[in-house]
């Protein structure tokens, strides 16, 4: 298989990226193009052509893609390029996250080959669905980019099935916040950086703005310190109730054309 494989995702913790990396390992293929938005929510998005193979993946955020994301992704122009749609959820549910996915995708003019929702252990409760994917995920990870491989070679037609609703849940953000400890902090401007969102200012970086951070996690991911958590009796709360209800372990679900 000779086409560019291009990949365009966001991924805050690592976990989305790991799906996208491993996808192409499946393949045995490099990424030739990568895009993390969270890294650069601005970034060029690349020209895409009809011999191009399209992974595009995000996080689920309160059952929906993050409305960053799916802003950003609204601009691509697919030029009836075959694409892959992934989402990856902490394990409780990505109610409506993959079918807004592969409908932004489908009204970009991408030819939508294959469909998946992914666990990862989750970003705010790393109690939920800790250490994934692991190797049982992996493995249903290369079964999906087996089965996709074989559509492409084929090149079959048909369509795919995808749970959720339209018009989508509401989108409603997390109301918890990563903080640091002035104490231990020693502003070296890491998570000022990194934050996707810029909610974090570099004069009170163990501070964030509340009213524009999306608690992705990354600011906690890229502390060296380590100083940068989430805390306080709401998140307690919130969080053994959390972990109580979604802690049954959910397996991966996708489909090909
Ligand atoms: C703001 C926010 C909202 C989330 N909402 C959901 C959700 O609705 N369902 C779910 O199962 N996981 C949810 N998660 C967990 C993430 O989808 C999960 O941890 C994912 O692996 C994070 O991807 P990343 O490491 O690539 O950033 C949420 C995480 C964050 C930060």
Redesign the pocket.
């Known amino acids: 298989m000779e086409k560019r494989i291009i990949g365009i995702y966001f991924?805050?913790?690592?976990?989305?990226?790991k799906y996208v990396k491993s996808f192409a390992e499946a393949w045995s293929k490099d990424i030739d193009i990568e895009i993390n938005l969270a890294d650069n929510l601005s970034a060029q998005l690349p020209d895409i052509t009809s011999e191009d193979l399209v992974i595009v993946a995000a996080?689920?955020?309160?059952?929906r893609l993050p409305s960053q994301v799916s802003s950003r992704l609204k601009e691509l122009k697919g030029n009836q390029a075959k694409v892959i749609a992934m989402v990856?959820?902490?394990?409780?549910?990505?109610?409506d996250a993959l079918l807004e996915l592969t409908d932004i995708l489908s009204d970009a003019d991408f030819e939508v080959i294959g469909a998946g929702a992914f666990i990862?252990?989750?970003?705010?409760f790393p109690k939920v669905a800790s250490s994934r994917p692991d190797n049982k995920d992996l493995s249903a990870l290369s079964n999906f980019a087996n089965e996709c491989l074989r559509v492409i070679e084929t090149d079959k037609k048909g369509e795919l099935k995808i749970k959720g609703n339209r018009p989508y849940k509401k989108a409603v953000g997390?109301p918890l916040h990563p903080s640091g400890d002035p104490e231990v902090c020693n502003r070296c401007g890491k998570c000022v950086e990194k934050c996707p969102v810029y909610a974090i200012k570099v004069e009170e970086p163990y501070l964030s703005d509340d009213s524009i951070c999306?608690?992705?996690?990354r600011c906690i991911y890229v502390c060296p310190k380590h100083t940068r958590r989430y805390s306080g009796l709401k998140y307690k709360m919130i969080g053994s109730v959390f972990t109580a209800a979604f802690s049954k372990r959910k397996e991966a679900e996708f489909n090909v054309i």
């Open positions: 991924s805050a913790t690592d976990t989305t990226r996080p689920v955020y309160g059952g990856v959820y902490g394990n409780r549910d990505y109610d990862g252990q989750h970003s705010i997390v999306i608690s992705c996690g």
